[in-house]
């Protein structure tokens, strides 16, 4: 296995050698010795000033790539670059991968992989100037052409996590440039020249194509399509590039990658058709290999079903998956994608507390504990009602909600225009739908407290007309039913039932009310305290076996005068 401390220094030997082999390979004619010189001067002093230990990580990193030692490159990769960054590059970018190539003899497939783990962390930790972000675009152009544009399936493997955040990464960076481009108040007049003259970068379509031709090219539909059948089926269904786990995961992990751009786009429709061959309910999905990929599936899922005024479906969607992140938060401490996930489930409660207080329905005692530590008093006010209900579920939606683009880029000739932002006419859709459902809670927090009740005395409670209240109580009968998922392929489709545990009967001007009332679950309560209840023991135990170890040892001996 890859270890820590480098050992093995094969690699890490004359780097005087290596550099005036890339230096030579560059193309500069033989005779221009003072240009050569001085190319070779810089590249020896660039690949000396990395860091020894970085200088091994990238040794032992190429070896991995070239030998196709999927475990150690998972090793390399999810371990050793995040804390190498963290103790070398926190506030800087990586070495420049010209001072790379002179390591690793200008191998130019890991130096794609090494440039595009290099744009990434300058995303995340720095902030990327325009060339950056065109540069960062050429990359990827560059690494999905020789993936897709090859003869023959290509002998290259990646670890599952690696690819999740190829695809991953290649998108958020399509968002941030969409809005970084679209605000041009901010930008110089060199910037959006350049701009203007290449409109292909990041490209709507372009990135589209990318993800669709990654799915074709993969065979990914067929063999999900095929897998209903049978495993055999599925490997026939593979195809030459298909049968390959590169094309496989990558053509999966584009799958979900489309999700969340038409839902950035604003087409949850068109989200949730994507997902029609992908089982949710199988818990060996090939979403499940990568915590981060499982977690986005779930919130961009349940984030549509929301938009699409389907509360009930969403709340389903966000209590699988945050019930899946808290039992097995230990592990994701562990994780280097821990920061990530941990985000998501906070953005997916304020959305869950949200859901649940415009169409209340009884959710996993675990996760509604958590809910009402974080949301009661919003949960309460939104209960009520009126313009303090409005203005908090926007603020959750703010919170909550991933960053929506413009597909098409903004007028560079008038960059004084007004241009209404997506996030904001998101949030006019989001309300134009709840504004319409909060009469749920609101009449449901009053008709529960009795089984029969005069209109006129309701009325008066709420302070309107009876007219106005036999329409509310009418709209209420109207949204308390819902289109639910039923389970199946069809994400769209479902049965129409009632989605709260309330109904009524309005006969002349007498309301008749009848609750169903669900028993309680005690096996996740008594198993969950059972488990607390455990790790309380092995504490104690622990902290029992230290002392009594630290009281066994014999005292330091009294030091004697001369």
């Not at 839902?263 to 989200?271: E, I, K, P, S, V």
Request: aromatic share 12%; with cysteine.
């Amino acid at each position: 296995m890859y270890q820590e401390n480098y050992e093995d220094e094969e690699f890490a030997g004359n780097i005087d050698v290596v550099a005036d082999s890339y230096v030579n390979s560059n193309g500069h004619d033989e005779g221009d010795y003072e240009d050569d010189e001085h190319l070779q001067q810089q590249a020896q002093a660039g690949a000396q000033a990395i860091p020894e230990q970085v200088r091994k990580f990238l040794g032992h990193l190429y070896r991995n790539l070239l030998s196709s030692n999927v475990s150690d490159l998972a090793y390399n990769y999810e371990n050793q670059f995040g804390r190498l960054s963290e103790k070398y590059y926190a506030k800087a970018s990586w070495p420049e991968p010209q001072f790379v190539a002179a390591l690793v003899g200008d191998d130019g497939l890991f130096l794609t992989l090494y440039r595009e783990l290099y744009y990434r962390h300058m995303y995340s930790q720095l902030h990327p100037t325009l060339e950056a972000r065109f540069r960062s675009f050429e990359n990827y152009c560059d690494l999905f052409n020789y993936i897709l544009n090859s003869d023959g399936p290509l002998e290259l493997e990646l670890p599952n996590q690696w690819l999740w955040d190829i695809v991953d990464e290649f998108i958020y960076q399509f968002q941030s440039f969409c809005t970084h481009r679209s605000r041009l108040n901010k930008r110089s007049a060199e910037e959006i020249e350049l701009l203007k003259a290449n409109p292909q970068v990041w490209n709507t379509y372009s990135v589209l194509n990318v993800l669709y031709s990654l799915i074709q090219k993969s065979s990914i539909t067929q063999q999900l399509v095929a897998a209903q059948d049978g495993a055999d089926a599925a490997a026939l269904a593979a195809g030459e590039f298909g049968a390959r786990p590169l094309y496989k995961m990558l053509g999966y992990f584009s799958i979900v990658g489309l999700v969340r751009v038409h839902c950035m786009l604003g087409d949850y429709t068109l989200a949730l058709q994507t997902l029609e061959n992908v089982d949710l309910n199988n818990s060996r999905g090939l979403f499940t290999r990568v915590t981060a990929c499982h977690v986005t599936v779930y919130y961009y899922v349940g984030f549509a079903y929301m938009m699409l005024g389907r509360y009930a479906d969403a709340t389903q969607a966000f209590v699988h998956i945050l019930t899946f992140v808290a039992r097995t938060k230990h592990y994701h401490q562990r994780a280097g994608q821990f920061d990530s996930v941990n985000k998501k489930a906070e953005q997916m409660y304020a959305l869950l507390a949200s859901c649940v207080s415009l169409c209340p329905t009884r959710v996993d005692e675990m996760v509604h504990s958590a809910l009402r530590e974080k949301y009661a008093d919003q949960q309460h006010k939104v209960q009520r009602g009126g313009d303090e209900a409005v203005e908090i579920l926007s603020e959750l939606f703010r919170f909550a909600s991933p960053k929506f683009i413009t597909p098409n880029p903004p007028n560079y000739d008038a960059p004084e225009e007004t241009v209404v932002e997506p996030q904001d006419f998101q949030l006019k859709v989001f309300l134009r739908e709840a504004k319409l459902q909060l009469v749920v809670p609101m009449l449901r927090s009053f008709l529960k407290l009795y089984t029969t009740m005069d209109l006129a005395q309701l009325a008066a409670v709420l302070d309107v007309g009876a007219d106005e209240l036999r329409t509310q109580l009418m709209v209420y009968k109207l949204r308390y039913r819902q289109v639910k998922w039923a389970g199946g392929a069809d994400l769209l489709g479902g049965e129409v039932v009632p989605t709260t545990d309330l109904d009524f009967a309005l006969q002349q001007d007498m309301i008749f009310i009848a609750e169903s009332r669900v028993g309680r679950r005690y096996a996740d309560w008594f198993i969950r305290n059972t488990n607390k209840m455990q790790d309380l023991i092995n504490s104690l135990e622990t902290r029992q076996k230290n002392f009594i170890a630290g009281v066994g040892k014999p005292e330091p001996a009294a030091e004697t005068k001369a």
